[in-house]
């Protein structure tokens, strides 16, 4: 599912194409930049460390602390290769049925462009003055359970991390599948922040279980 990722961010490397980012969310960094993320969640949470090793043509190495396991026979996960979302998207199989501009919240200037599939429609809002590079998107896909997904510009506010005013744009995510499943999340980044990502609520609504998860940035080092 297109953007069921932005749920799944934090408990995996978040600096792959979870997040819908149309631009590497570690380019304009240097070597040695680092950022340092607690995840909260049912069961516990953890302190994860990623830091900026490698910067290759192709790819860069970001290794995390505490590291994952490495099974055997498949790739480094250090060593992430990123792929803009408007290429994740060629891959699905859409046509492109629309394009244009528009001006969103805050003055923020986008491009748009509108795909549909047999039982998919999908549009995107790429623009250069917010970190990543897209400001909004809105997902429908009609089947058993009919899912819809929306992800806006909420606001700009600076969150203090580790005693530092850091500037932010705050994103709203929700997603819906069919009657019994839910979910709201709002995500904060920063072109300041190594791999752009601030903090992270999200509240998950499956049934009548509900779920919360959250991440926030408590330590970094851009270089």
Known sequence: MILEGVISVVLALLVQDTLPFEKDPWDG?????????????????????????????????????????????????????????????????????????????????????????????????????????????????????????????????????AGKDVPCVRFRYDYSAGKESKSESMYWLSGEMPGLLVRFRAKTTTGKLVTETGVEAVEFEKK
């Open 29 to 161: 960094f240097k070597v040695g930049s680092w950022v340092k993320l607690q995840t909260t969640r049912v069961g516990g949470g953890e302190d994860i460390k990623y830091t900026l090793e490698e910067i290759k043509p192709l790819h860069k190495k970001i290794v995390s602390d505490p590291a994952p396991p490495v099974e055997e026979g498949k790739d480094d996960p250090s060593i992430v290769k990123f792929t803009p979302y408007s290429k994740q998207i060629e891959k699905w199989e859409l046509q492109q049925s629309g394009k244009g501009t528009e001006t969103l919240k805050f003055g923020v200037k986008a491009r748009v462009a509108e795909y549909e599939g047999s039982s998919i429609r999908l549009r995107v809002s790429f623009s250069d003055q917010v970190p990543g590079g897209i400001a909004k998107v809105i997902y429908e896909a009609a089947g058993d359970k009919p899912q819809k997904a929306a992800l806006e510009l909420d606001g700009q506010e600076k969150l203090k991390i």
